[in-house]
């Protein structure tokens, strides 16, 4: 919470903020970066009552919050921010109203910039084909003292990646118990501390079966020099980690990042896309060629239909193109 708000607010109300925070981390479950995002709006709205010279939260309501998004807009906030902006300003002012401290809940009448929705760039098919075959390692060179361990765990993540379909957040996050490999599943931890089952493919299975006899048992090896000792302290969940990073940690979001960029730029041609973009490829392509909306929908983790009906729109882009392209009279 910015100092301002911590000087000027009354102190139940910078109290509000803190309980705010507890509200969205431990009973909602939501992941860090968005608690931090509606911890952020909230303090930004009282700070812009504070401003206002209303110190009481009864003074919160449609005008102000209208006022609130015009400052934003002043300073020349996108479209995309305002709209991200007012999702936290909803959350919050809905909690008000479900604790008390509102009589009724502003924010449902507050309207946003409505964004143009743009289709998600993705990988072709045989691109796809492509950029884990660039991954993988010769045959039989899994037994040589000479392949880096990072590299089969890279071999393995991209796999995983592109035949799961999970989130950046949820790869880091899995666990060896996490794998079922009689039946080729993955059990994943999604937004909202929600757990659901995700197939996998022979090749993922077999450069994860690789990964788990060679990789990782050097990579934890690492865990055990005293200078990475010293540089990055052992996360205490790397000993039940699946993928670990260089120095036998669990791996971060920001080393998947930096592996799928890598891959993508070995192949020329495909476009730089970060990991959503290899979830994306795989919604599409699996709806391609012929899977239900509804399975889609349970395999990604989304809570809504709706948001898996974006894939559908990429689809049908691809057939109008290929449609102008091959059609003579197009």
């Known amino acids: 919470m910015s100092r301002t708000v911590r000087e000027n607010l009354a102190a139940d109300v910078s109290a509000l903020i803190g309980e705010f925070e507890h509200h969205l981390a431990a009973q909602r479950g939501l992941a860090p970066h968005t608690v ?12 812009h009552l504070n401003h206002l010279g209303s110190r009481c939260l009864a ?4 005008v102000s919050l209208r006022s609130w998004l015009a400052n934003l807009r002043n300073d ?42 743009r289709l998600p760039e993705v990988l072709r098919p045989d691109q796809a084909s492509q950029v884990l075959r660039a991954a993988e390692l010769p045959a039989g060179s899994c037994n040589s003292k000479d ?16 035949a799961t379909g999970i989130r950046v957040s949820e790869l880091c996050g899995l666990n060896l118990t996490s794998i079922d490999n009689d039946r080729r599943l993955l059990r994943v931890i999604g937004k909202g501390n929600k757990e659901r089952s995700v197939p996998f493919g022979i090749p993922a299975q077999h450069a994860l079966d690789i990964y788990l006899r060679a990789g990782r048992p050097a990579l934890l090896g690492a865990s055990g020099d005293a200078a990475s000792r010293a540089a990055v302290p ?17 791996v971060d979001p920001r080393t998947v990042r930096r592996v799928v960029h890598a891959a993508l730029a070995r192949v020329p041609g495909t476009p730089d896309l970060a990991p959503h973009g290899l979830r994306h490829s795989m919604a599409t392509h699996i709806l391609e060629g012929g899977a239900d909306l509804r399975s889609v929908q349970e395999l990604l983790g989304h809570a809504s239909l709706a948001t898996s009906q974006l894939y559908t729109h990429v689809s049908v882009e691809r057939l109008r193109t290929a449609f102008k392209q091959a059609h003579p009279r197009a």
């Open 234 to 250: 052992l996360r205490t969940d790397a000993s039940v980690a699946l993928l670990l990073g260089v120095r036998g940690a669990r």
């Open 147 to 162: 392949i880096d361990p990072a590299a089969l765990r890279d071999a393995a993540m991209l796999e995983l990646l592109y």
């Open 76 to 117: 020349d906030a996108s479209p995309a921010t305002l709209a991200r902006r007012i999702a936290g300003a909803r959350v919050f002012t809905a909690w008000l109203h479900i604790r008390g401290q509102l009589s009724h809940d502003p924010a449902l009448l507050l309207r946003g910039p409505k964004l143009a929705q």
């Open 59 to 62: 003074k919160l309501d449609l």
């Open 36 to 47: 931090r995002g509606y911890v952020g709006d909230a303090t930004s709205l009282l700070e």
